[in-house]
């Protein structure tokens, strides 16, 4: 079983930020497709932000402009950098590692005045 080790998450103000990372294996990471999504009470999971390993990336259209997802092949860590953060963007946000299938353990997000 591949762990993948999750941070950043917290509390944070409407129009805050926060960035989010994910660790994995090194050798698993640099070929793999990068993903973060998030669950909100209630509702399914769903995608966020994915990146391939040459770089490409691809945003669910609510977080365009105001999420950015990146990685670090050297460290095997992927980032989410989450700007302009809103009250709808609370959720756990997990990390994934495509085709694999690996999640990791999930970090709570919470948007609240």
């Known amino acids: 079983q591949v762990q993948l080790v999750e941070s950043g998450g917290g509390l944070v103000q409407p129009g805050g930020s926060l960035r989010l990372s994910c660790a994995a294996p090194?050798?698993?990471?640099?070929?793999?497709?990068m993903a973060w999504y998030r669950q909100a009470p209630g509702k399914e999971r769903e995608l966020v932000a994915q990146?391939?390993?040459?770089?490409?990336?691809h945003y669910t259209d609510p977080v365009k402009g105001r999420f950015a997802i990146s990685r670090n092949n050297a460290a095997g860590t992927a980032y989410l950098q989450m700007n302009s953060l809103k009250s709808e963007d609370t959720a756990v946000y997990y990390c994934?590692?495509?085709?694999?299938?690996?999640w990791g353990q999930g970090t709570q997000v919470t948007v609240s005045s």
């Open positions: 994934n590692v495509k085709p694999n299938g690996y």
């Open positions: 990146i391939l390993p040459g770089g490409l990336t």
């Open positions: 090194r050798s698993i990471f640099i070929v793999s497709t």
